[in-house]
């Protein structure tokens, strides 16, 4: 431009071009951005613009926008379950009818049932038995070698199936022990309860044990055997070992004698899959107490 | 007084026509192009005989198995440190190379020079040089420019599409895959990565070009805090070449006879003509694929491509004038002003000298320390390998008559190529017993070239002093029973406690 009054600012120092803009004498240089960057900011405007038509994205009172291509990350979880369902579809066939015992043959179904029995248990058994299966008071540990209802495979998967002293299941684990309290007298139970501690190795009052010997023969050995030993058929404790599901001090000994004790486990037969039932019950087996499986009955 | 109108924020990319130029860089560079274009197209299809149930391709990230084959070192992901080593030696080595040399990795080895310079090449040998690229871009669009442009897009497509298709076979077994490929069998990533990585290649090595270097790469402004005075890169020697003047044929002959005895006297401006060694010629702006002046000094955009180098070293042998106005040279490097009397005798350090610094040597030990560290580790890694790892929850199991176990997650490595059979056994100073699940042997077969994860029970009795103290250390050993090689682990038994 021939006019002189419109030529360029220029800053002195630098030689580069001005905006024109002063604060105090201090210019501002323009150093120009690139034209195809602008043009990418309107781009990914333009992009944005068709995500959200796209997608779900501008809220509105009840929910939001669902998007032209219909995507929900619930949508996407679902598919992805009826995927895995749908490729473990024939290994759980296999599964649900598979003999438990020799399961381990078979590595690569063994292998799955372990690993689809853990991620049952942590659903739906961790709840009671613990994540690590370990238990608590009153809910027995799985990983120890004692068990109530037997510890084969077969046993495991009845107990897993039908579930203990439940209304829901005919098939039940059922047993119930009295409460002696309101059978014995008062006076009749410390002494029990020093010949019960004498069974299993605790420290115990030897003369009130000796009397409490006569009437744990009169009141107990029906289930609990003459030894002490108990009966899985009954869901009857082994009192000679080591292992107290609600304890083996003298306070929580005398509170299951005076008044029994009645622990529930719901059948889980209906709610999951047979699959699901044998897989967790070789998951269960191979925490490390499992117990051998009967040679199988030949003809 | 008129407004004056504001002036626009934006502007448009300046076309770049960079002439031809030959010399020893450009001589240079056509080899390390060669070098580096001819491994990352034929890597892939190396091969390498690893036995049975390997893959034998040479170099294979197979991330569907999750291992990293490069020729005879195979690595598991647990060993991703030998990666992160390898990324701190990369690290290293650029922080060296830049302290030393300056932008090279820039000007010699990044893909974006290197793409770019093969882009150059391809448009020269179609459209021509400089100046009948500039005069086919004023010119119309007939049948000659759009034949000229479709040519040379079409080669420029090609070369993008064997450089996106390059770089799935580091991922998959190159044969197999090449044949999918044609047969419109592959997985969708393969053509999603080759679209891609073509449109990035053509786009970037076609159009953007420098703009990429000066807007979307951060090395420049990280290199610049790497460099110091001392570093050498490339520069121009403004003693010499100001003030520059038309060259005049014939008025420098003192100086190509060479009666001169000392350096500066050689290269020294005549001051009585009034004019330095620089002709302003045009020849370094010219010859320059970043479309700048390098005599405007240091700035970011100099990817240190020395292009510059070779076109002003063949002007100043021209016109007789010693080579090197524009130079590989450090900052510092700067002779004392002509009325000094230490002018005479001064001369540049030698490079020696500006290479070896505390910074480079630093850089260069901590380089061979890791990168020996590695080799020792990649050496003494055994074919078995165990991983312990304690359950937690619970800390201990109470048996029926009375004895403490633990329980340990195991996983066993096998990295041999066939099934080996695994003994596992314990040391402690006390008395603990070990058993395997599902085991009665303290065996287990563990597959070729797998990871079996198996669940360990050591046992203390009820009388044991291991299960009645807190802890108690042992070491769980497997051992290879056919090769004779053996690995240990150390960990934790926990008992009642007091």
Redesign the interface.
Known sequence: MS?P?????IDDVTGI?T??HSWDGIEEL?N???????WSLYLTIIWAIGYTIAYPAWPLINGATEGLLGYSTRGEVAADIDAREAANAERNAELASADLATL?DNDALYRYAVSSGAAVFRTNCSQCH???A?GAIGYP?L????WLWGGNHEQIAYTVRHGVRNEDDDDAHYSEMPAFGEILDKEQIPPLVEYVRSLS?LEFDAALAEVGADSFADNCTACHAEDGMGDPEQGAP?LT???WLYGGDREALTHTITYSRFGVMPPWGGRLSEAQVQAVATYVH?L?GGEADPDPVTD | MAETPPPSLYAAREPIFPRRVSGFFRSLKWWIMGLTLGIYYLLPWVRWDRGPNLPDQAVLADLASRRFFFFWIEIWPHEFYFVAGLLIMAGLGLFLFTSALGRVWCGYACPQTVWTDLFLLVERKIEGDRNAQIRLLKAKWDFRKWRLRLTKWLIWLGISVATGGAWVFYFTDAPTLLRDLVTLDAAAVAYISIAIMTATTFLFGGFMREQVCIYMCPWPRIQAAMMDEGTLTVGYREWRGEPRGKHRKGARAAAAAGTATTYVETNLPEADQGTGDCIDCMACVNVCPMGIDIRDGQQMECITCALCIDACDDIMSKIGKPRGLIDYLALEDVPPPKESPERATWSPRPIWKHVLKPRTILYTTLWGLIGAGMVFALFVRSDIELTVSPVRNPTYVMQSEGSIRNIYDVRLRNKSGEDRLFHLSLSSDETLRIELEGSNDLSVLVPANETLLQRVYVTARRQDPAASSNRTDLRIWVEDVEAQTRASTATLFNGKGE
């Open positions: 006019d009054e419109n030529k360029k600012p071009e905006t024109g323009n120009p951005l690139p034209r195809w960057w602008l381990s613990g994540s690590g370990a540990n990983l120890d070698d004692d190795g082994n070992d080591a292992i191979q490390g």
